[in-house]
């Protein structure tokens, strides 16, 4: 309990660690939070006496003089990879006086029992008539079992001065550990896309090769980035294999462009890591990107081509 109520006190001063660049604005993440291609990941982990991994979250910051009677849309897409909804995880923090005003993500009543592995769309909570999804016990004169309304009635004109998209329900569930994928927060009119932040080269330009491949790895993230370009049995060369071809390509330019819009499609899909990788490698048409499953195909099909043609088929008499 003492480390749930440690996690609450620090997010309602917004004490907390900037992480990697977004796509928007005015986003920090804390504790476990990191950020990956299309989303960020918040792991809370009690099954072991480590208290740094027990929390992790997002941060929106809010603009001076929002009041609580002033926000109009509060909402989230998320998906649980590991545990359930529960032990009042995830939620979203509203931060009021010096405290937090609880909003519970996951199906009414209960908050459990989130489908896992399934992207969720917590539809617009501000204004909810579900009983006990807003929990205002923190401030004065609240209680754990609130509707909107309630809250508004007792906070309207109290300044917002924090937002936060929270996670530590570890400590609920079966094995200890609760994962949280968030993808996108809204905010009144603000939607936050927390896709990772992406630097494409310019269209018909080159760039340096060794800066283009180092902006590839952070927007691909490494697995994906050595599935795309190791060639040894740790993949641990793709960084300078990276450089080579691009340096030693025909036309830089064209093939870092290439290499680009086929990023941005596969991303596009939701694919990370190995998989990302071998998207990319499918769609750039750069033959040094080839994995070994699509150079071994490739193979197999010139060997059937050649076979055919050596039967006689076709042949002029």
Known sequence: MKRLLLFAATCALALFVAAPSFAATGVTLFGTATQEASDVKIVSDFSDAVATNDSGGVDIAVPTGTTFSSLTALSAQFQLQTGDCGGGSPRFQVNVDGKNVFVYLGPSPSFTGCAAATWIDSGNLVGTSDACRVDTSQLA????????????????????????????????????????????????????????????????????????????????????????????????????????????????????????????????????????????????????TKTEAQEHKAAQAGSKKKQHGNSGHGKKK
């Open 141 to 288: 004169g609240g209680k754990v079992c609130s509707t909107w309304a309630e809250a508004v009635t007792l906070l309207g004109s109290h300044t917002v001065t924090g937002i936060q998209f929270a996670v530590d329900g570890g400590w609920k569930q079966t094995g200890k550990v609760q994962t949280v994928l968030v993808r996108s927060i809204t905010v009144n009119g603000t939607t936050y896309n927390l896709a990772q932040e992406t630097t494409p080269p310019p269209t018909g330009g080159k760039v340096n090769p060794a800066k283009f491949c180092k902006a590839l790895k952070a927007t691909m993230g490494s697995a994906a980035f050595n599935e795309l370009w190791g060639t040894n049995t740790n993949a641990k060369n793709g960084f300078g294999k990276c450089v080579s071809t691009v340096a030693h390509a025909r036309n830089a330019g064209k093939t870092e462009q290439q290499i680009t819009d086929a990023v941005t499609a596969c991303v596009a899909k939701g694919l990370k890591g190995g998989p990302l990788g071998s998207c990319v490698a499918a769609r750039d048409g750069v033959a040094a």
